[in-house]
């Protein structure tokens, strides 16, 4: 099967999820989740986050781990089991846009790094509403690839890669700015918003959590740099690695609403 624009493999998620593990945490307690609620993690992926919330919600509540992707749940259900807890958490496919869930089921849902490949996330949080309790909590953490910077002298090209990941090679690049907005049209209350600077000198992480280089193939493929120009940039970075001055970072935004 082609891979989806942006598409993230299993093994980049898991790298991720352990360096994101203190927002992932912030996340789970802005769910305000008890023992015995109903809770769903759309964009699952292979189960890095509803694994961890299974204890929170305990043996007499639920978990539902939600994704597009066939491979994904497949993984996620073998993680579950693996952790003894596939008795109260699953995995299903799901079309974000349209949830195959009753209206006022759960009592939090959240979302994370999964609206960037959406190209209408508006409708997956009006979905992620419509399913959430009168009183539940939305809690949607995104990136917003806008903010990329990775420290070059190399600044033109520098610049038109940032740009190229967030208009180019993803769906929705600047979809982190955009939740304040989407949450405030949906008449949510006591919306919060919190930023959390990813940044790393760590140049093999930095790397392959941009999946830089399959994003770099396909803006050469996409005209926005040429051969030599990618040279030049590729070896400028392994330079930087190299005098252990490399030094690259991205914003992440968190928020949280709860359902009237």
Known sequence: MAQ??????????????NQLHPIKQRSYGLMHIQPGHK???LGCGPGTDTIP?????????????ADHDEAMIAEAEHHAEQAGVNTWVRHQRVDAMSLPFETDYFDACRSERLFEHLSNPAQALSEMTRVTKSGGWLVVMDTDWGSLSIDSDETDIE????????????????SGRKLYR??????????????FPAATPNYILA??????????QEALRSGVINKEELYRWQMALKQADSEGVYFGSVNLLMVAGRKN
């Open 4 to 17: 989806s624009k942006g598409y993230v493999d299993p093994e980049v998620l898991r790298v991720m999820a």
């Open 39 to 41: 809770v769903l993690d």
């Open 53 to 65: 919330l299974a204890p929170l919600v305990g043996v007499n509540g639920q978990v539902i781990g």
């Open 159 to 174: 610049r038109r890669l940032a740009r190229y990941v967030a208009e180019g090679y993803l769906q929705n690049g600047y």
């Open 182 to 195: 989407l949450f405030k049209q949906q008449n949510l209350a006591d919306i919060s918003f919190e930023v």
């Open 207 to 216: 790397r392959l959590g941009m999946q830089a280089e399959r994003v770099e």
